[in-house]
């Protein structure tokens, strides 16, 4: 920071990483909260020769600036910390006085105190907090980040694996990555090249338990562990009444997770059906591998270890990904830079090797670029001290998309058919439901017939759509209920 840059930062109260100190004749008291809030944060700077008059920073300077720098930075080296700080110092001349600025770098050795662990800060909106034993656990583990989930579990062995989700990821990578080296390694090889298994003694590890691993088996281990979902008539829990429509289900592992969620979440974005110059579906939905590029983060980046869990949830207006854990530098380095340090990087692999996730850095691009092309904005990235947020926002609000163009009232006439009868169909395709499901649940045996009275008009009007729209006669065909049918099922009828 130089001598203009300081200027302006007096001029600018919008910031969190520096802080002034008057400091005139001595150091004072509470810097040493603030040292440790920008040790355990993101670091900053601290100013010394600065007195703030109401909302008005002035230079004061200050007397015998080389002692007061030298018993500042011989404390830092010392006991009073339970780690050596080393800051970066600067001194700037002013016709007013002598500043000292001193950078404090964010430390990897967090939680950093002085005197006790009760003396741990962090720095919120400008100022210091004491942090909660919640944060300071958060902090220890921060520790051994990208080291925790590689540990292997004591107990465990490849019994622990769930057969059919190790199948159906072997099945993954031979369809979608034919030419890779391990589609013809031998299970156990397999595994240990994934670092799931450990060669020594056949153990699994946390990593490998979580992708593969039986629910019982991660239960085990890692209580409460789950990956939720939820979506919410609203935007936001105040105003969603009832509080959600839909809560994924335990799912068994990591990978069983990736699928459920990343199903649930397709069905809200447009996806025009499109065809290639060969006459095959197309994919190639920037926003669809933006969602799925924000799904797989969450999944590498996750706390697992923590009291809370990933968790999406899907409102009006934005669909939101939750992870405990913070990241290992502050949000805005790991934009500007192209590195890769994930916290599970057993888990970052796994995603990886089958191509649902970027082989470098974190995916932001991803995420921005494809989002951007779709509503014209990007995500929103948010990072607390023990926490990481990604919203996306649909286009207008969701709008178009959260309104049926139908009420209750309305059915009769448009489609022929009851409120009754519609209402047992939605509910029942909340899940995907073959034909054969709903017919029996309308006592129905002609299939033509109940095609044209019941599936045909309610996919017209949108309140059904079909699991494979480009073969509508396909015998794997499924029926869901849409976004734009929620407000009907959550609309008082009386």
Request: proline fraction near 5%; charged fraction near 25%; aromatic fraction near 12%.
């Amino acid at each position: 920071m130089d001598k203009d840059q300081l200027i302006d930062r007096l001029s600018n109260l919008e910031w969190e990483d520096f802080e002034v100190k008057e400091a005139r004749s001595q150091i004072p008291k509470n810097v040493w909260a603030t040292v440790s809030g920008f040790s355990n944060i993101a670091g900053g700077w601290l100013v010394f020769g600065v007195k703030k008059v109401g909302k008005y920073y002035e230079i004061v300077g200050v007397k015998n600036a080389e002692k007061i720098e030298q018993d500042f930075t011989n404390t830092l080296r010392g006991d009073k910390f339970n780690v050596k700080i080393v800051p970066e110092c600067k001194k700037y001349d002013f016709p007013e006085g002598t500043v000292l600025a001193f950078y404090i770098p964010l430390s990897d050795k967090k939680p950093v105190y002085y005197n006790t662990l009760a003396n741990t800060f962090i720095r919120t909106a400008s100022g210091d907090q004491k942090a909660t034993k919640e944060e300071i656990d958060a902090m220890y583990r921060d520790q051994a980040f990208g080291t925790h989930t590689s540990r292997n579990v004591t107990g465990t062995s490849i019994a622990d694996i769930n057969e059919s989700s190790y199948e159906q990821y072997r099945e993954y990578l031979s369809r979608f990555h034919p030419s890779h080296s391990y589609n013809r390694l031998k299970k156990e090889d397999f595994l240990q090249k994934l670092r799931i298994r450990q060669q020594e003694d056949g153990t699994l590890s946390y990593g490998g338990l979580l992708c593969l691993g039986t629910e019982d088996a991660i239960q085990k281990e890692i209580t409460g562990f789950r990956v939720d979902y939820l979506e919410i008539p609203g935007t936001s829990y105040t105003n969603a009444k009832p509080r959600y429509t839909y809560r994924i289900d335990e799912q068994e592992n990591l990978w069983e997770y990736f699928f459920a969620v990343f199903d649930r979440l397709r069905r809200h974005l447009d996806l025009p059906f499109k065809l290639t110059q060969e006459g095959f579906a197309s994919e190639d939905y920037p926003q669809l591998d933006a969602l799925r590029e924000a799904l797989v983060n969450m999944l590498m980046h996750s706390d697992y270890f923590s009291a809370a869990c990933p968790r999406v949830r899907v409102f009006d207006d934005r669909i939101e990904f939750f992870n405990p854990g913070a990241l290992p530098k502050p949000l805005t380095k790991l934009l500007e830079e192209d590195i890769s340090l994930p916290r599970n990087p057993i888990i970052a692999k796994f995603f990886r090797v089958v191509r649902l996730a970027e082989n470098a850095g974190y995916g932001f691009d991803k995420m921005i670029s494809g989002w951007q092309k779709y509503t014209g904005s990007p995500p929103e990235f948010d990072q607390g001290q023990d926490y990481t947020k990604a919203t996306f926002y649909f286009k207008s609000r969701r709008q178009i998309r959260t309104k049926s163009g139908l009420s209750w009232d309305q059915v009769g006439t448009k489609l022929g058919l009851s409120i009754d009868e519609v209402k047992q169909i939605l509910k029942l395709c909340m899940e995907p439901q073959a034909l054969p499901a709903i017919m029996s649940l309308m006592n129905w045996s002609n299939r033509t017939k109940f095609r044209n009275k019941y599936i045909n008009p309610m996919l017209k009007t949108g309140l059904l759509a079909m699991t494979i729209p480009d073969k509508p006669k396909s015998p794997n065909q499924k029926y869901y209920t849409t976004d734009t049918a929620n407000p009907l099922l959550t609309e008082n009828t009386e």
